[in-house]
């Protein structure tokens, strides 16, 4: 994660960073703004992705049932056992 921080304020390194603020070459204010918009950025991809893959998961699960967080009605006791236990597995 570092690496793409750094990128974002660019510079190559934490010393570089820390070496410009020093002679003035960058503010640090103007540093940790960028930071945080990188980390809040890098955050929402997080989530996006764990979204993504949760609905993945529970299409997969639940046999494309549309989203549905139940075994269909017609699905047998085995079944619905199945359904119950990958969700188990997952908790």
């Avoid at 974002?8 to 070459?25: C, H, P, Q, W």
């Avoid at 764990?50 to 529970?58: D, E, L, P």
């Amino acid at each position: 994660m570092l690496p793409n921080i750094l990128r974002k304020v660019r510079f190559g390194t934490l010393d570089e960073l820390y070496a410009s603020i020093g002679y003035g070459g960058t503010t640090a204010v103007k540093s940790v703004a960028r930071i945080k918009d990188e980390l809040l950025r890098l955050g929402r991809l997080k989530a996006e992705k764990a979204a993504a893959a949760a609905r993945t998961t529970a299409a997969g699960l639940f046999g494309g049932s549309g989203g549905r967080l139940f075994p269909s009605a017609s699905a047998t006791r085995a079944e619905a056992a199945q359904v119950v236990s990958r969700v188990l597995e997952l908790a």
